[in-house]
């Protein structure tokens, strides 16, 4: 994933920094995260779009976007799924305006499907996702869901469904 100051730098006073997120979300997108907003002296918002990634890279984005208190933002026509949905969860504050957030069932890394994925590594990744999802503040019936939904298919939520699932808040 890359990420870059798009607005707000040279702002004074309390304007928001503001960050690009595009792309696919990698094991080292939490630390390549850090090193920008680190950098940046006010409150942050993210404008993320992802088709997704890595599970693990995502779930560590997630905690730090939520380490920085950070807005997230899917604008129009930009689009977050799959394992982007986690890192957006990580938002103190999560907004979709004009954008879509999708869903569906984790597969291995690489892997077109997940049938040869062990049951027991599939039941045990099921629990860390649902107790994520709830420490995030949202809905783990969001990972039932999820679960339903057989990749490469993705199910895009609509804007009831985000509101019940407590994705956005």
């Not at 080292?28 to 942050?44: Q, V, W």
């Not at 920085?68 to 026509?77: L, P, Q, S």
Request: charge should be positive; aromatic fraction near 6%.
């Amino acid at each position: 994933m890359k990420f870059r100051v798009v607005a707000g730098q040279s702002c004074r006073g309390s304007c928001p920094a503001e960050i690009a997120a595009d792309g696919m979300i990698t094991l080292e997108s939490a630390e390549d995260f850090r090193k920008i907003a680190g950098t940046l002296p006010n409150e942050i918002v993210v404008h993320i779009a992802s088709p997704g990634g890595s599970l693990v890279g995502s779930l560590k984005l997630g905690q730090a976007l939520r380490e920085f208190n950070a807005t997230v933002i899917i604008g129009k026509g930009a689009r977050c799924a799959s394992a982007c949905v986690y890192a957006f969860l990580g938002g103190t504050v999560r907004r979709v305006a004009g954008g879509q957030i999708g869903v569906h069932r984790f597969r291995p890394e690489g892997e077109e499907t997940d049938q040869d994925f062990p049951r027991v590594l599939v039941q045990r990744a099921t629990e860390v996702l649902t107790t994520y999802v709830t420490q995030m503040g949202a809905d783990p019936d969001l990972v039932k869901l999820a679960m339903t939904i057989v990749p490469p298919s993705i199910y895009y939520l609509n804007a009831g469904e985000m509101r019940r699932f407590h994705v956005t808040n």
